[in-house]
């Protein structure tokens, strides 16, 4: 399977779009509310540990979990009307679940995961399933890196 280069190239740029919602949503719940998003994943592992498991593995397990899997139910099992919309929000709903370590990162995560599964919904009418999962974990990937580069070097 060939990696198209326009959707390689939209993968990196919704990518940088799911990381700003990250960064500004964590500026503005911390600068109002006081609050500081998520568990640190760093203060039980290394953090080479970490990386692996919020760059790579995270991505992956969460995109077959929560897009694939679940999206993929909802088409089968679902015939009524906003069928699309309903797999999107249930897709973001488990997302959030499984992200909430505050009332707060619950609500940041579970828009993320709005994102997400719209971002491959679209990707799958516009391609295939293979390609659709692919381009959505390196979405996921890169906005983890991103993060992950912003925790580590203390830049947040």
């Not at 609050?35 to 640190?40: A, E, H, P, R, Y």
Request: charge should be positive; glycine fraction near 4%; charged fraction near 10%.
């Amino acid at each position: 399977m060939k990696i198209q280069k326009k959707y390689f190239i939209r993968s990196i740029a919704l990518s940088v779009v799911f990381f700003c919602w990250n960064i500004i949503s964590s500026l503005l719940l911390y600068k109002y509310l006081g609050v500081s998003l998520g568990k640190q994943i760093s203060e039980r592992y290394s953090i080479t540990v970490e990386f692996i498991l919020v760059v790579i593995i995270a991505p992956i397990i969460e995109t077959i979990l929560f897009q694939y899997l679940l999206i993929t139910q909802v088409y089968i099992s679902y015939n009524g009307k906003n069928k699309k919309t309903i797999a999107i929000l249930l897709s973001a709903f488990c997302f959030a679940i499984i992200h909430s370590y505050s009332l707060y990162y619950f609500l940041v995560t579970l828009f993320g995961g709005i994102f997400l599964a719209y971002f491959f919904c679209s990707f799958k009418d516009n391609t295939n399933t293979i390609s659709a999962i692919l381009y959505l974990t390196l979405i996921h990937s890169l906005t983890n890196l991103y993060i992950f580069l912003i925790k580590t070097l203390n830049l947040l």
